[in-house]
């Protein structure tokens, strides 16, 4: 089970029924199940925040919906390994929720997973890649009710 930090930065993920951080700490565990104890932090932020992280970590100068920093350096035998940090950007999950027609939530526990999957070394670099991870969240999703969030996804 990991240890999970939440900061929420960006407060109008308050303003989401249901919402708190037991929330986001359900989706990553539930994510994070048969994986080694670790540490992981959440930043739900918004838009420029993730922008700025985007742009001079990744080169690419727009928001996005999650990033991920995964530490792959395990800690000597015996110390908290510190997985990595995942930073979700507010009105991206709101705006895309909105077009695929989904509530907010469900969008927002699809992107935790997501993130959560890339620390563990998911990736979706090429198509066996993305098949292997996005079974995965699929499969964490309905554990969690949650829909395919790749249904009738073009």
């Given at each position: 089970?990991?240890d999970i930090?939440?900061?929420?930065?960006?407060?109008?993920?308050?303003s989401?029924r249901?919402?708190?951080?037991a929330?986001?700490?359900?989706?990553?565990?539930?994510?994070?199940?048969?994986?080694?104890?670790?540490?992981?932090?959440?930043?739900?932020?918004d838009d420029?925040?993730?922008?700025?992280?985007?742009r001079?970590?990744?080169g690419?100068?727009?928001p996005?919906?999650?990033l991920?920093f995964?530490?792959?350096?395990?800690p000597?035998?015996?110390?908290?390994?510190?997985?990595?940090?995942?930073i979700?950007?507010?009105?991206?999950?709101?705006?895309?929720a909105?077009?695929?027609?989904?509530?907010?939530?469900?969008?927002?526990?699809h992107?935790?997973?997501?993130?959560?999957?890339h620390?563990?070394?998911?990736?979706?670099?090429?198509?066996?890649?993305?098949?292997k991870?996005?079974?995965?969240?699929?499969k964490i999703?309905a554990?969690?009710?949650?829909?395919n969030?790749?249904?009738?996804?073009?």
């Amino acid at each position: 089970m990991p240890d999970i930090a939440v900061q929420v930065q960006d407060k109008r993920y308050y303003s989401k029924r249901f919402f708190n951080k037991a929330f986001c700490r359900k989706i990553i565990t539930a994510a994070w199940e048969g994986v080694e104890p670790a540490e992981v932090s959440v930043v739900l932020a918004d838009d420029d925040f993730v922008h700025v992280l985007n742009r001079d970590y990744r080169g690419k100068d727009k928001p996005t919906n999650v990033l991920s920093f995964e530490n792959k350096e395990k800690p000597p035998k015996g110390q908290p390994w510190m997985a990595g940090d995942i930073i979700v950007a507010y009105e991206t999950v709101k705006k895309e929720a909105k077009e695929l027609k989904i509530p907010f939530l469900t969008h927002l526990a699809h992107l935790l997973i997501h993130g959560t999957l890339h620390l563990q070394g998911y990736d979706h670099l090429n198509d066996k890649e993305a098949e292997k991870m996005e079974s995965k969240e699929i499969k964490i999703m309905a554990k969690l009710g949650y829909p395919n969030p790749y249904k009738d996804v073009e």
